[in-house]
Structures are given as structure tokens and as C-alpha cells.
């Protein structure tokens, strides 16, 4: 029974070092609209099927697509430095609602989660309503760049 007693430490402590500690997990700071302001630069976006693959990524090497969330919740989309008639419109608003980035058109509106946000980058994740194997879902990859 001594030896079981003076063992017991020693096979836990060898046990615990090869168990996986989980990481202390913190809640996420809250993403307010003063972060999202600016000009965010479109890097990639890459789509992926139901079982989590990634299927297509697309890079904007040739086309530089610029985002620019403004003040009183305004899009602006400005691609090779200019501005169409369909990247500004008073029917285009934004809105941030608990870790989602809404983009709304009249009554069209397009949830796209934030997955990740510093200062410099975000991740947005956007789910397709109607799912196929194809195009499941997209990850859309942001620089700030104001």
C-alpha cells in the first residue's frame, strides 16, 4: 500500500505529460463598429464544399478590389481606383451585430461572420443559403489598408 501511495504521483505525473492540456479559451473581445472603419483591400477569397475541403480559391493579383466601410454605415467598393455605379449606393448599408458583419441592399442581407479581426487583417466567412457541394462556404481574406 506505501509503494501505491508514493507511486501514484509518479504515474500521473507521466500520465499528464502526454495528455493534451486545453488551452485556457478567453471570450472574444467585442468587435465594435470603430474597428471595422476604413479601407480594407480584398486578398483572397477561398470557397469550400459541404465536407470542409477547400474547393477554388480566387487571389486578386491583377484586380485590386478595395473595401471602404465608412461612418453612418456606408459601402463604398472601389476596384483599380475606380468607383462603379454599383460599389456606392444609398441602398448599400453595413451593420455589425454581435461577431457579424451584416451588408445590406434594400431587402437583400448577407450575414458574413468574423472569424478573426486585428488591426491590420480580418477573416469573414460567409455560408451559401443554398448549399451545394460545390460552394458551401467562402472565406474572404481582408489587409487594412486606412
Known sequence: MKKIVFLLPLLLTIIMGFVQVQPN???????????????????KVESYDVNNSLKNTITTSNKETIIRLSPQNKITVIENSLINEQGISDQHKWYLKNSYLLLKRTDIEIPLKINSLTQKSTVLEMINPKATDREYKALIYLTKIK
Not at 25 to 43: N, S
Open 25 to 43: 479559451v478567453f471570450p472574444p473581445i467585442p468587435i465594435t463598429e470603430q474597428a471595422l472603419l476604413g479601407e480594407w483591400k480584398l486578398e
